[in-house]
């Protein structure tokens, strides 16, 4: 599976941003996909997950703001981004790992994906 990134860019405090992320190659339909960011010096945070079955669950310093979702037909994977704050400056990558379907366990370390998008730059300013 192949993911490409996009939709980052430069907003204000406060504003939103919708990023996407669309796989080509494999079975989109049969990967846990996720968000992941990277902050400059920073070790690479989890974000948000979305199962096959469409459960989603997110990190504490996103939760209420970001909202993940999936389009298995257009086979790409979102993550809309309200209320956004300087701290969430980052670049986001997109990941995704082969799962069962009714397997929907937290899969919040980097080490347990297998495909990585090549990341989108998020820029927030105060």
């Known amino acids: 599976v192949q993911l490409q990134a996009s939709g980052g860019g430069l907003v204000q405090a406060g504003d939103s941003l919708r990023l996407a992320c669309v796989a080509s190659?494999?079975?989109?339909?049969?990967?846990?996909m996720s968000w992941f960011r990277q902050a400059p010096g920073k070790e690479r945070e989890f974000v948000a997950q979305?199962?096959?079955?469409?459960?989603?669950l997110s990190g504490d310093s996103v939760k209420g703001r970001f909202t993940i979702s999936r389009d298995n037909a257009k086979k790409t994977v979102y993550l809309q981004m309200n209320s956004l704050k300087p701290e969430d400056t980052a670049v986001y990558y997109c990941?995704?790992?082969?799962?069962?379907?009714?397997?929907?366990?937290?899969?919040?370390?980097?080490?347990?994906?297998?495909?990585w998008g090549q990341g989108t730059e998020v820029t927030v300013s105060s």
């Open positions: 990941a995704a790992k082969p799962t069962i379907l009714s397997d929907c366990r937290e899969f919040t370390s980097q080490s347990e994906y297998y495909y």
């Open positions: 190659g494999g079975t989109f339909s049969r990967n846990a």
């Open positions: 979305i199962c096959r079955n469409d459960r989603s």
